[in-house]
């Protein structure tokens, strides 16, 4: 069942047809892993008849994403972010450019403005992401740096915190440090042993504290990754699916339903002044 927060974010359909987008929506979450086929059908599905709706984009875009279909969720995830401005989007559409082959798109999402303003979770998923990135480029050592600070930030989940150390150790072999990563495996058995049972909710992600901040970036490492920092925004030049618009100018958040992976998003004449508010009041019968 969806929760009171999901249903008030299907407000702008009719009484049916938001029950049966609710239920679609439903089906593609739990069969992600039985069927994930399915489970991209019935997003896609969501999606088609519901397209001005952040909800059934969104669904999309982490069913997608999920299933390695980043070119579709990246997409989806623009689409919902011009919709809502929702900020966590930006990690998992960094993370789609380095599926992409694309690691200095994701930095630059990394360092944008925008992406600078993250806490909590998110700003912490945005370093895995970010660290990963850098050692696409083969930048391991400066990869395992940036990890390294995130495993030692305060308050930051236990989760997290074993990602960011196996990550870290991860790095260090890349980078040919095999006696330092070595070093670790006693710290992610401490982990493992501490974190094991925590729950989910027990720290706050409120609390997150991360001292070395994307912020604080050198100008060398944005050298060594062959990024001019002033180049460093969030605004993708060439983006197929917003044409040249920027993503500050809210576009028609339906601008993509000609996105051949969701066929028939949107009748041809339907509402082209369908802007960022349509995701409250736009009803697609």
């Known amino acids: 069942m969806l929760s009171k927060e999901d249903r008030e974010r299907l407000r702008g359909l009719s009484k049916e047809h938001a029950e049966n987008i609710g239920l679609h ?91 600078r303003t993250l806490d909590g979770e998110s700003k912490a998923e945005m370093f895995l992401v970010y660290a990963g990135a850098m050692a696409d480029l083969g930048l391991w050592d400066k990869a395992a740096a940036a990890v390294h600070e995130l495993g030692r930030a305060r308050g930051l989940s236990g989760e997290y915190r074993m990602r960011a150390v196996q990550a870290e150790q991860y790095f260090l072999e890349g980078a040919g440090r095999k006696e330092d990563a070595a070093a670790l495996d006693a710290t992610l058995d401490e982990l493992e042993a501490r974190y094991a049972d925590e729950d989910e909710d027990e720290t706050s992600p409120e609390e997150v504290v991360i001292d070395y901040d994307l912020e604080r970036l050198s100008p060398e490492m944005f050298e060594d990754a062959g990024i001019d920092p002033a180049d460093a925004v969030y605004a993708e030049k060439g983006d197929d699916s917003a044409g040249a618009e920027s993503e500050t100018s809210a576009p028609d958040p339906v601008a993509t339903s000609d996105d051949p992976d969701v066929v028939d998003a949107v009748p041809a004449d339907e509402g082209a002044d369908a802007g960022t508010e349509a995701a409250g009041n736009g009803e697609v019968e």
């Open 25 to 115: 929506i439903l089906a593609a979450y739990a069969l992600e892993t039985d069927d994930p086929k399915a489970a991209l059908e019935h997003a896609q599905w969501a999606a088609r008849q519901a397209s001005r709706i952040d909800f059934s984009r969104e669904t999309l875009a982490f069913v997608a994403y999920r299933q390695g279909e980043y070119r579709l969720a990246l997409r989806e995830f623009r689409t919902a972010h011009r919709m809502n401005g929702y900020p966590d989007y930006l990690p998992f559409m960094a993370d789609c450019e380095r599926g992409l082959g694309e690691p200095r798109k994701a930095i630059d999402i990394a360092c944008s403005d925008e992406g």
